[in-house]
């Protein structure tokens, strides 16, 4: 049995406005990584153009119609980077932007990681690393033996693929041919206390995901406007999943945070807030 496929036309990508709303967004974590004093800025900043080409260009999704079946799931299975997704889904109106100011408060729905049912827009409780993808796979099958189109897309971290869980859904997607699920690997070189490369053998990644039957490639995970042409060509005619190994720079978008590591548990000071708002054009 095939996916159920949803035809679309191409779309040009607005490349000048999806800059800004990367931009806009990262300086919207920033902000809310100041006022909590949490961690995990660096890894939010490094994927801000995948999500920015996602939400503002990829996919077909309607906020006021959070449970839509046919709607596209976006599963950020990098769940430490929770700050990204929560300000994307409220600039794109899925509740308050007021609402941003209780990131990880008592009481409050935006915990650190991606709670369950509780904030429209969140597909799935993510953190414990390995989990995004096997629950993608999960959605892409319901949705075939319902005859449901719509795309699955990925946001794992590249620390991520050091999880067995990861490959194993990897191997169901290849095998149950969910050319519909695709994989974005924000490659920022970097996990908790170490270079990836340091902690597990990564490299090749790209060839990692081509040997387990992806169709895989090679992106720059910053060019908003290639992000956005990859990813709105799903499926690509391949008969595969498709994994896009996007290679990125920890802290992208703040010259005082880009690469350094430090920023994976540090929150910026007020007067850094004002500097890195500078930096990203925002004042």
Same mark, same amino acid.
């Given at each position: 049995m095939n996916v159920a496929v949803r035809k679309t036309s191409a779309k040009t990508p607005d490349v000048a406005a999806?800059?800004?709303?990367?931009?806009?967004? @990262?300086? %919207?974590?920033?902000?809310?990584?100041?006022?909590?004093? *949490? *961690?995990?800025?660096?890894?939010?900043?490094s994927c801000a153009d995948v999500l920015a080409a996602a939400y503002w260009h990829v996919l077909d999704?309607?906020?006021? %119609?959070?449970?839509?079946?046919? @709607?596209?799931?976006?599963?950020?299975? %990098? /769940?430490h980077a929770a700050a990204a997704?929560?300000?994307?889904?409220?600039?794109?109106?899925?509740?308050?932007m007021e609402e941003l100011a209780t990131y990880c408060q008592?009481?409050?729905?935006?915990?650190?990681?991606?709670?369950? =049912?509780?904030?429209?827009?969140?597909?799935?409780?993510?953190?414990?690393?390995?989990?995004?993808?096997?629950?993608g796979c999960g959605m892409a099958l319901s949705g075939r033996i319902k005859g449901e189109a719509f795309n699955?897309?990925?946001?794992?971290?590249?620390?991520? =693929? =050091?999880?067995?869980?990861?490959?194993?859904?990897?191997?169901f997607a290849a095998a149950q041919k969910l050319? =519909?699920?695709?994989?974005?690997?924000?490659?920022n070189k970097w996990q908790a206390t170490a270079r990836s490369n340091e902690t597990l053998m990564l490299a090749p990644l790209h060839d990692k995901w081509a040997a387990f039957g992806w169709d895989?490639?090679?992106?720059? /995970?910053?060019?908003?406007?290639?992000?956005?042409? *990859?990813m709105q060509n799903i499926p690509n005619g391949s008969g595969k999943p498709v994994a896009l190994i996007a290679h990125t720079i920890k802290g992208k978008g703040v010259s005082f945070m880009e690469d350094d590591n430090n920023w994976h548990y540090r929150a910026p000071t007020a007067d850094e807030v004002v500097k890195a708002h500078k930096e990203l054009g925002l004042v």
């Open positions: 999806l800059k800004k709303q990367a931009a806009i967004l @990262r300086g %919207k974590v920033i902000e809310m990584s100041h006022a909590a004093q *949490a *961690a995990h800025l660096a890894s939010s900043l999704i309607d906020p006021a %119609k959070p449970l839509d079946p046919l @709607r596209d799931r976006f599963i950020l299975s %990098k /769940g997704l929560f300000a994307t889904l409220a600039m794109k109106g899925y509740f308050p008592d009481g409050g729905r935006l915990a650190e990681h991606p709670p369950a =049912n509780l904030l429209p827009g969140v597909e799935a409780a993510t953190g414990s690393l390995g989990h995004g993808l096997p629950l699955v897309y990925a946001l794992l971290s590249d620390g991520e =693929n =050091n999880e067995g869980s990861v490959w194993e859904a990897a191997m050319e =519909n699920v695709c994989v974005i690997v924000d490659y895989a490639h090679e992106i720059d /995970g910053h060019d908003v406007g290639a992000l956005a042409e *990859a």
